[in-house]
C-alpha cells in the first residue's frame, strides 16, 4: 500500500489538517503526520523533503498558514507530488497570504493547492493520485463518488415533496 505525509507547519493546524487525515483513512491508505515548521524546523523541513520517497511516502500534502512557505519549500527538494492546504490561522490576514503563498509557486516547482482550510480535497486529491495506479483505492474512490451522488439525489427528492 502507498502512504501519503500529511504535514503541517504548527499544532495550530491540526483541526483542519485533521479532515484529510480522515478522508485518507476512509480510503484505506496508510498516513504518516508530523509538525513540519519552515521557519523553526529547517533541517528537519529538508530532511523531511528529501528523504520522503526512500520512507515510501508518494505524496504529500502540506498545510501552513500565515506566510505559508512549508509546501512551496518540500516541493523545491521533493521529487514527489506536494498538495498545498492553505490555512487560515490566527496570525493570516483573512486567509489570503496563505493562499497567495501556496498558489503563486514559480514555474519548475508546481504545488496542487487545494482551497483555504481545503485539507478534505487534499485528501481526496492524493487518494486520485494514488487511485491512478492502485486499482484498490481507485474502487474506493468511485464508490464515494457515487456517496456524492446519492445523497445529492436524495436531498433533491426531499424538498421535491
Known amino acids: 500500500m502507498m502512504k501519503v505525509a500529511v504535514i503541517m507547519g504548527s499544532i495550530s493546524d491540526m483541526p483542519v489538517m485533521q479532515e484529510a487525515i480522515d478522508i485518507l483513512k476512509a480510503f484505506d491508505i496508510e498516513t504518516e503526520v508530523d509538525i513540519v515548521s519552515a521557519h523553526r524546523t529547517p533541517e528537519k523541513l529538508f530532511d523531511f523533503s528529501k528523504n520522503a520517497h526512500h520512507r515510501g511516502i508518494t505524496v504529500i500534502i ?3 498558514g500565515g506566510a505559508a512557505h512549508l509546501p512551496g519549500m518540500v516541493a523545491s527538494m521533493s521529487p514527489l507530488p506536494v498538495i498545498g492546504v492553505p490555512v487560515k490561522s490566527s496570525n493570516s ?9 501556496i498558489l503563486q509557486m514559480p514555474g519548475g516547482v508546481p504545488v496542487a493547492t487545494v482551497a483555504l482550510n481545503g485539507a478534505k480535497n ?3 486529491l492524493a487518494a486520485q493520485i494514488i487511485g491512478s495506479h492502485n486499482k484498490a483505492v481507485l474502487d ?3 464508490l464515494y463518488k457515487t456517496g456524492l451522488k446519492e445523497a445529492v439525489i436524495i436531498a433533491s427528492e426531499s424538498i421535491q415533496k
Not at 490576514?93 to 503563498?101: A, K, M, N, V, Y
Open 62 to 64: 502540506a498545510g501552513a
Open 93 to 101: 490576514i483573512d486567509g489570503w497570504d496563505s493562499i497567495l503563498s
Open 122 to 124: 487534499a485528501g481526496i
Open 140 to 142: 474506493r474512490i468511485i
